[in-house]
């Protein structure tokens, strides 16, 4: 079983960057896909970024395409969200997850989630 554990989220202002990283103890991390969601106050959790085992194959929601990039360093055991020209609508809170199947970008195929880490983009 895996852990999950998400740093580098903060406050920043519109068209500024982030870098949010997902550490993972406790299983062997280069067998997990792993994906990035987010929920905003009021809304439903929703698919942000997945990659492959590997890094080798990436997925995003057209909302964040271009602008954000998911990365892996299975050396590290950790997951990377690089986030360019932040909008205030990306204001969430970000989770990191992993699954032992194929990359996905649907919520309920993953098993393993951290804790969330708040990313707030002002205007």
């Known amino acids: 079983q895996v852990q999950l554990v998400e740093s580098g989220g903060g406050l920043v202002q519109a068209g500024g960057s982030l870098r949010l990283s997902c550490a993972a103890s406790?299983?062997?991390?280069?067998?997990?896909?792993m994906g990035w969601f987010r929920q905003a106050p009021g809304k439903e959790r929703e698919f942000v970024a997945a990659?492959?085992?590997?890094?080798?194959?990436?997925y995003y929601a057209d909302s964040v395409k271009g602008r954000f990039t998911i990365s892996r360093d299975n050396a590290k055991n950790t997951v990377y969200l690089q986030m360019n020209s932040l909008k205030p609508e990306d204001t969430a809170v970000y989770y990191c997850?992993?699954?032992?199947?194929?990359?996905?970008?649907?919520?309920?195929?993953?098993?393993?989630w951290g804790q969330g880490t708040q990313v707030t983009v002002s205007s």
């Open positions: 990659c492959s085992r590997r890094g080798g194959v990436t």
């Open positions: 997850a992993a699954r032992q199947g194929v990359a996905t970008g649907r919520l309920d195929d993953y098993d393993y």
């Open positions: 406790g299983g062997i991390f280069s067998s997990y896909s």
